[in-house]
């Protein structure tokens, strides 16, 4: 295997190019532990992280431009950005312990391609863009539009992921992330939701994104969710129409984390629990 | 009688305490030597099948492997239980689990070795597996061995039934019919492991002639060596093993897994060979303790007298014979005073990891089928738990269920001062449950050798036997000292290799403060001995004219006051004039190790929405006789209630239908993490050992035998429905609700 | 004479029989004449038995000295963590 | 496989050394540096018994590849106190009985002193959060949650 440091995001596509065995190395904290456990041998690693612009955190028409390289902790450590989007925020904090959060990053979480990764529900809600550089130029593309099935993405050959940009948004907004595991750390979701509300003067929502995580092959947008919840000021009826709609569009599997069915009860207790705090972060009364 | 004492029950810093907050202490993948190779293990992906071949030609061909071994390799062992230990370590003919090692490497870096491994062929032939426990039992399952059925076992069980046990006097079908509730239930428990942080490891150097020295992570090295003397064919005292600081071992590491391996490697290629078990090696192929299937049936009258009991334990010990329902058996009824009992145990083989001990082994899943029945009979009889067990608790006099008659024991005391402690009578919340339970362990004394030396500037070193694998080094420590009348920090304890102190049996059992305690004051006494006929030489005395007291000799009788004390350093300055150095020694096989009881009360709120389990107050109650160091001791009963509160919510072995292991380290295998817990109170009882002469008993295992019922038993009240399984996941109870 | 209990499963090699009377001054004694009497125990004693003698567990101590009126319980050998 | 040579500074010194391009900074640290205080419970980023910091942020050393110490500035366990001058988390932690094995010990100096760096003053559950990755088996962590709260009162200059 070499380890390569790439320049720039053209050595690092070109590198990316070069052959099949290549992989990025951000944070590490998937790809290594795959190396490990999985036999993932890549014939190559092409460490980003020194790659001018990749490791910074910045201000872009009112929302945030987060480096692909950049961190959870130094995301947490950002005020302005916890402020704005404190669900996207709180989402990639729960990836991994204190020691995981030094390195793991929300591009990288994204590409790992996991349905039950923590920060792509809450970027879904926030919708999120990520710049993606590859040999043909560079793209934006909604996250949403990117995630395939499990540990796969509609990135093209040799393309990368840059850097995520969270928009602007409302005065009277709020996003928010919850995720159920068996413990209170160091699990992967069982089940989760993305929410993110804005609502008017009155307190009534008037958009709303749902995301789930951990219940289907790729994280899912669910609008029927989202749809119980605009127009109302989520009374009981709007929260239990959202969950049933979250319920729905389930469709998980058995496995050592959790039973299907569990799964699916879950999910919907996760969106209206997030929901109710993104309401009020939203400065909604009910 | 209440004793007085200078030293114990003092807090003081223990001694290899620097060493482990600076990173200098030399745990088992510490060590390494110029030249050493390094080892990996091949192992078997089936849960059972025969291996038809092996070919190792092209990972013996690959540059850089020195050595390559397989089942072949070892000779025939005599014991049978040696022999098991041996094929566990290296199977023969088949692979009988996941993860059973079928081939093993040394090469001469870590990447080769790995390389290496991926170079074996092996052709297995998948033979049919079974699981669990009720399963292999039944006749018609695969049966692992041919002829290790228990002896006067019928056709209604299968030849996987290794043992049957049964304890008891009485009859409890008269106790059952004297009954006004009778309550029968079946429980199941999951296999769990004993979840050390630090692997299993070692490093090997094996020559020709048949010396060796073995460095190793163990709870008992005289073990390790007999056990590899036996497998290697060499003599012991050509094998020199030494304990490094265990990073924990809780009974995982009673016995060998790597260390024949690794001997055999580095006899074959000539060279030192490391070993060190990956995490996913140590979940698949050492521990894990059994799983179990149950039922408990317990009658009790109007005012909560327990008229009948029976239980019937059935554990799965994984793909060899062993012993050790007989202590589930032997547990199950110990807290309470019984006219009509019996419980039976049936030792099960199945194509899981051989099982190892885990603190109080046998005890724990016991315990928590019999106290989650007496928690029904008190709901449904509307009658307290403490003051229902109170009414039935053993206590001295008590003939116990398992046979023998109880001496002073602090059951009655833990029991009271659970009651009378605030925790009991506070406020719960809503969804929030408060649960009870008892907890036993025998506490074994068994083989120790002590050597103490008393130095020319009057302070003193210790070697003793038995790895410290939570604090040991300082309660000796504190212990010699006491006897001696000296300060604490004029001792030093050191845990000999296996050739420089004589033998000592493993770790556990709660043996060593109170068997290495045994030896080492009455190494002192010998030592003491020696230093009054010096002073009374000095003194142109009789030796029986002097006595030892407060750390110095004085004249007594006639004599008394003629001479100022003659301390202990005053009379080891003068030693090499007096007769040479003077040292005692002590080596025996102390009993009388006096059984320990705990009640544990937990606080449990569980969210009806999501089956999620959280433990909001905890606080342990425990008679230990006599707390040498009284933190150490609270970290016995704190430790001890986690690993119990990881039991009963989310740890287990998960298997899936092809019987691989699907959750072979610490991400989904779920241990209790810091924000899992709150602080966990413990209560220190004294009641003193009669058996010991500061009263010690051992406190290192009953701790873990409450919590499964106390936080089942508290989820049953949060949520107004009974788990009948561990562990209760989120799943399971959101299922039950 | 001490009273010997024998307990729960080992009855199985003693015919049944739970109680008996053995004249024996020590463990090793008592078990070789135990072991003479029921030899379908002698496979048990010679793997190894625990004794409880007046309610202390005794560990293969051969020379435990055993009293006149003692009672005497013969138990598997138990093993910990 | 070529080795890969690397030029950082571990516990304030300058380090050099060569390491093939898989392995990662846990073992270079072991293996060839001769720091033996981080231990390797998992290699999979889950015990946190490997826990270094890299320019100040904690990390699990088993997830980090030793080529990206170049230029870092990484410390570990034996760069914090000393025998003779320990750092006041390493005493309270032994004042506290905190370690029963001591295995996980090492990871847990370097996880709270990196807490303490960000939050000298942690609520009781914010250290159990912080230290969640950070597995004892031994002592069901109450001592040890104990001895960084008091380590915190002492380096705060308050009276415990």
Redesign the interface.
């Known amino acids: 295997m070499r380890y390569v440091v790439a320049k720039d995001s053209r050595e690092a596509v070109a590198l990316l190019n070069t052959g099949e065995g290549a992989r990025l190395l951000s944070g590490g904290t998937d790809v290594l532990v795959q190396m490990k456990l999985s036999g993932v041998a890549p014939d190559m690693l092409i460490d980003i992280k020194r790659i001018d612009g990749f490791n910074t955190i910045s201000a872009e028409d009112s929302g945030f431009r987060i480096g692909a390289t950049v961190s959870g902790a130094k995301m947490g450590a950002h005020p302005a950005l916890k402020t704005l989007w404190p669900g996207v925020v709180e989402a990639v904090e729960l990836i991994g312990s204190t020691q995981v959060q030094g390195r793991a990053t929300m591009a990288g979480n994204l590409c790992n391609g996991s349905p039950a990764a923590d920060s792509v529900p809450a970027m879904i809600a926030a919708e999120a863009v990520a710049r993606i550089e590859g040999p043909d130029g560079t793209r934006d593309v909604p996250i949403a539009a990117l995630l395939k099935g499990p540990g796969k993405t509609h990135l093209a050959k040799a393309e990368l992921i840059s850097s995520i940009f969270l928009p602007a948004r409302a005065a009277r907004a709020g996003d928010a992330y919850l995720r159920f595991i068996p413990r209170t750390e160091m699990d992967i979701a069982v089940a989760s939701a993305g929410v993110s509300l804005e609502v008017d003067e009155n307190s009534v929502v008037t958009k709303a994104v749902v995301a789930l995580g951990a219940v289907a092959p790729t994280v899912v947008s669910v609008p029927e969710a989202a749809a119980a919840l605009i127009g109302t000021k989520l009374d009981a009826a709007a929260l239990e129409a959202c969950a049933k709609a979250c319920t729905a569009a389930c469709n998980p599997i058995d496995d050592k984390r959790g039973t299907a069915e569990f799964r699916t009860k879950v999910a919907g207790v996760m969106a209206t629990r997030a929901a109710k705090i993104a309401y009020a972060r939203a400065g909604g009364q009910q | 009688m209440k004793q007085e004492f200078k030293v114990l029950g003092t ?1 003081p ?2 001694p ?3 060493d ?8 088992g ?2 060590k ?1 030597v110029t030249g050493m190779l390094h080892a990996r293990i091949l192992r078997s992906p089936h849960a059972h099948a025969e291996i038809v071949s092996i070919d190792t030609s092209k990972a013996e061909a690959l540059a850089g492997v020195k050595a390559v071994i397989t089942g072949d390799d070892f000779a025939d062992v005599e014991n049978r239980w040696s022999r098991y230990t041996m094929q566990n370590c290296m199977a023969q003919g088949r692979a009988l689990y996941d993860g059973h090692a079928v081939a093993a490497v040394a090469a001469v870096s ?2 080769i070795a790995a390389e290496a491994l991926k170079l074996i062929e092996v052709e297995y032939k998948v033979l049919s597996h079974v699981m669990d426990v009720d399963e292999a039992m039944a006749p018609g399952a695969p049966v692992l061995h041919e002829g290790v059925k228990a ?2 076992l019928g056709d209604d069980v299968s030849g996987n039934t290794v043992g ?5 006097h009485g009859d409890p079908e008269k106790g059952f019919a004297a009954a006004d509730e009778v309550i029968e239930r079946t429980f199941k428990t999951a296999a769990v492991h ?6 299993h490891a070692c490093l090997a150097d094996l020559g020709s002639d048949g010396k060796g020295e073995l460095w190793c992570s163990t709870q008992g090295h005289y073990m390790v060596r007999e056990v590899c003397a036996e497998i290697l064919h060499i003599d012991a005292s050509q094998l020199r093993v030494t304990a490094s ?8 590491k ?1 016995t060998v897994f790597i260390e024949p391996v690794a001997l055999k490697l580095s006899q074959k290629a000539g060279k030192p060979v490391k070993l ?1 078990m ?3 090696d140590v979940f698949r192929a050492s521990g894990p303790t059994m799983s179990a299937s149950m039922d408990v049936k317990i009658g009790m009258s109007k005012d909560g007298k327990i008229t009948g009991a029976h239980a019937k334990l059935r554990y799965q010990g994984g793909a060899f014979p062993y ?2 329902v ?2 589930g ?2 547990s199950a009824f110990a807290a309470y005073d019984l006219e009509h009992v ?1 419980a ?1 145990g049936w030792d099960v083989m199945t194509n899981r990891p051989k099982m190892i ?5 046998g005890a724990p899943m016991a315990v928590y089928a019999v106290e989650s029945v007496m928690d029904e009979l008190c709901q449904k009889l509307e009658l307290d738990p403490i003051d229902t067990r109170l009414l039935n608790a053993a206590k001295e006099g008590t003939k116990s269920s ?6 002073a024991i602090g059951l009655v005391e833990a029991l009271e001062a659970a009651k009378a402690h605030p925790h009991y009578s506070a406020p719960l919340a809503p969804n929030t449950g408060r649960g009870v339970s008892c907890g036993f362990w ?1 506490n ?3 083989q120790v050798s002590v050597s103490m030396a008393i130095n020319a500037d009057g302070t003193v070193n210790l070697i003793e036997g038995n790895p410290d ?3 040991s080094r300082a309660s000796i420590s504190m212990m010699a000292a006491e006897a001696l009348g000296i300060e604490f920090d004029r001792v030093r304890t050191i845990v000999g290799d296996t050739a420089s102190v004589g033998f000592s049996d493993v770790t ?4 060593v403060t109170f068997a290495v305690g045994i030896a080492t004051i009455n190494a002192a006494k010998a030592a003491i001995k020696e230093m009054c006929q010096r002073a009374a030489k000095i003194w142109e005395i009789d030796a029986e004219a002097v006595e030892w007291v407060d750390g110095a000799a004085q004249p007594t009788g006639h004599n008394a006051g003629n001479f100022p004390p003659m301390s202990l350093a005053e009379i080891a300055a003068t030693s090499g004039k007096t007769g040479g150095p003077i040292a005692g020694h002590h080596e025996g ?1 102390p ?3 006096g059984v320990s009881f705990g009640v544990h009360l937990v606080d449990v709120e569980v969210d009806p ?4 389990t ?1 433990i909001k107050r905890y606080t342990a109650f425990q008679d230990v006789g006599k707390a040498i ?1 009284p ?2 001791v ?3 009963i ?6 119990g509160i990881g039991w009963a ?2 740890e287990e072995y ?1 298997y899936g239908e092809d019987g691989r292991l ?2 072979a ?4 295998y ?8 709150p ?2 109170e413990p209560v220190i009882i004294e009641v003193p050992n009669p ?1 010991h002469p500061f009263g010690v008993r051992g406190c290192g ?1 009953t701790a873990i035998v409450p919590p499964l019922a106390a936080v089942a038993n508290g989820v049953a009240q949060a949520i107004g429905v009974r788990m009948f399984a561990l562990p209760m ?3 399971k109870i ?2 039950a609700l | 004479m001490a009273r010997v209990v024998i307990f729960g499963s080992l009855r199985a090699f003693t015919d049944g029989a739970g109680e008996m009377e053995i004249e024996a001054a020590t463990t090793r004694e008592l078990l070789k004449k135990l072991a003479a009497r029921h030899p379908a125990l002698a496979e048990t004693i010679e793997a190894g038995v625990s004794l409880a003698i007046d309610g202390e567990v005794f560990k293969e101590a051969w020379f435990t000295p055993i009293g006149p009126d003692s009672e005497v319980v013969v138990i598997p050998l138990m093993v910990g963590g | 496989m070529s080795k890969i040579h690397v030029t950082t500074n571990v516990n304030g010194d300058s380090v050099e050394f060569l390491c093939e391009p898989d392995e990662v900074l846990l073992d270079v640290l072991r293996d060839r540096l001769n720091l033996t205080g981080a231990k390797e419970g998992c290699g999979t980023g889950d015990c946190g018994a490997c826990s270094v910091t890299i320019d100040g942020r904690l990390v699990a050393s088993c997830l980090v590849l030793g080529a990206e110490a170049e230029g870092r500035v990484i410390e570990t366990v034996e760069g914090i106190g000393s025998a003779k001058d320990l750092h006041p988390l390493q005493r309270h932690l032994l004042e506290h009985a905190a370690l029963q094995c001591g295995v996980c010990t090492p990871g847990i100096i370097v996880a709270a002193k990196a807490l303490l760096a960000e939050n000298p003053d942690p609520t009781e559950e914010e250290a159990r959060y912080w230290l969640a990755g950070n597995l004892c088996r031994c002592t069901g962590y109450d001592k040890i949650i104990r001895a960084v709260l008091s380590a915190a009162t002492e380096m705060r200059g308050e009276n415990a």
Do not use: C, W
């Open positions: 807090r810093i223990r290899d305490g620097l482990k907050v600076t990173g200098k202490a030399m745990f993948a510490d390494s870590k990447t002896r006067k049957y046990y049964s304890f008891g004993q979840g050390y942080i630090e692997p600081e265990i990073g924990g071992g809780f009974g995982g009673t060190v990956s995490r996913e012993q050790m007989m202590m058996a032997m019996q039976e001990s885990y603190r109080a082994p398992y046979g023998p008659t109880f001496k025998f074994f004394g068994g694998i939570g604090g556990d059992g709660s043996r096989a009993d009388k190790a929405e999501t089956g999620f959280a160091h933190a150490y609270e970290g016995q704190q430790g001890g209630a986690v690993q919510l989310n998960i699907q959750n380290g610490f991400l989904d779920r241990i209790p993490v810091a924000s899992d817990l602080m966990i058996g295992e996941s989120p799943p959101l299922k």
